[in-house]
């Protein structure tokens, strides 16, 4: 059966795995004070042209909103969310662990606005509730839509005018970079956020995001805060290496273009048989909606995810392609869907 199920099924990049065993028996200073991460800072701060930046690699994407989010804030204060938001649904409550409510607001996009921040302001307006202090955003969404540059430079005076922390969750960062609608660069982001970070477990690494801090008041210590979260990895090493490749000769914006070019040819397929979507994505997460008995014949040969119910006969899936993804499998795919379609 061939996976549309997660952009994460794959090992990593083949260039990848071949510095990893070309340095393999290098002797590395541990907890990311190696070389190899050096020099992925470097490319990184290149990248988006900010020398002042705190670059910290992270093993995944949880640890480094968890870790992030109970940084910044103090014990009675939140973050704020759309409620499609990934610290909201898909991790099994791990910033309330940490002591930190999640305002979560109804979002019929999966993004963020200012009307959606100041209603939040609104309804937590003294001392007897938690004070919002953090704007949380992904970009792409959970459901793949993504901002333009307009609507983040408009968050983004919004949150700095009212005191707010604006953290982006980069998961799918290469894909939105690298998405025909967008017009945003990795630059842009860095000036119009306070911290984000470049996922690279969901772009070819083996495991691993690139936190991104660039508000002076969120650098202090962070390292120790790492450390006692338990987020520093002793062989930090691992990861500096596969940032340092994905950040050389633009391997990191090559293979979100291809899971891109795969989720295009998929969209248009579907399309032009005849069937709709739940969202509007123009990145390499798709949400069709198929007839109940078209799903179960699928899943016979394919791996997707169930994305809710639409109707009495009709359900939304979700399809993702990766960096790693066949364009045969994508032809499969919709030649199976086209002799099903009636």
């Given amino acids: 059966m061939y996976s549309f199920n997660n952009d994460y099924s794959e090992g ?16 590395n200073n541990g907890y990311s004070m190696d070389s190899h991460t050096a020099h992925a800072i470097a ?18 994407g949880t640890q480094t909103n968890a870790l992030v989010i109970d940084a910044a804030l103090r014990p009675h204060q939140a973050v704020i ?17 940490t002591g930190h409510k999640v305002i979560a607001m109804e979002s019929p996009d999966g993004k963020v606005t200012t009307e959606m921040i100041q209603k939040a302001l609104d309804w937590h307006s003294d001392e007897h509730m938690v004070q919002p202090k953090m704007v949380y955003i992904s970009n792409t969404t959970e459901i793949g839509t993504q901002y333009s540059k307009a609507e983040l430079e408009t968050l983004s005076q919004y949150c700095r005018q009212h005191g707010l922390y604006l953290f982006m969750d980069g998961a799918r960062l290469a894909a939105a970079l690298t998405s025909p609608i967008n017009d945003l660069t990795a630059a842009d ?16 690494a083996l495991f691993g995001e690139a936190l991104v801090i660039l508000h002076p008041d969120l650098k202090s210590d962070f390292r ?33 273009s291809h899971a891109n070019a795969m989720a295009a040819i998929l969209k248009k397929g579907i399309e032009d048989l005849g069937y709709t ?25 394919f791996l997707f995810s169930a994305n809710g119910r639409i109707d009495e006969t009709h359900s939304s899936v979700r ?8 364009e045969s499998a994508v032809h499969e795919f919709l030649q199976k869907l086209g002799a099903l379609t009636v």
């Fill in 319 to 326: 399809l993702v392609t990766s960096w790693a993804t066949k």
């Fill in 277 to 301: 979507f739940t969202s509007d994505s123009h990145s390499n997460q798709l949400f069709p909606i198929f007839p109940d008995h078209v799903i179960d014949e699928l899943a016979k040969d």
């Fill in 12 to 27: 990593a990049h083949p260039r990848i795995l071949e510095t990893m065993i070309h340095t393999n028996l290098e002797q």
């Fill in 81 to 97: 969310c759309a409620c499609t938001g990934h610290i909201n649904v898909h991790e099994t409550g791990a910033i309330e662990a």
């Fill in 189 to 204: 982001i860095a000036r119009l956020t306070d911290v984000f970070y470049f996922g690279g477990t969901k772009n070819g």
């Fill in 224 to 256: 120790f805060l790492i450390k006692q979260h338990g987020a520093m990895l002793a062989k930090g090493w691992l990861l500096g290496i596969q940032f340092e490749t994905l950040f050389t000769d633009g391997l990191y914006y090559e293979l979100g």
């Fill in 43 to 60: 490319l990184i701060k290149k990248e988006i042209g900010r020398e002042d930046a705190d670059i910290h690699c992270i093993v995944g």
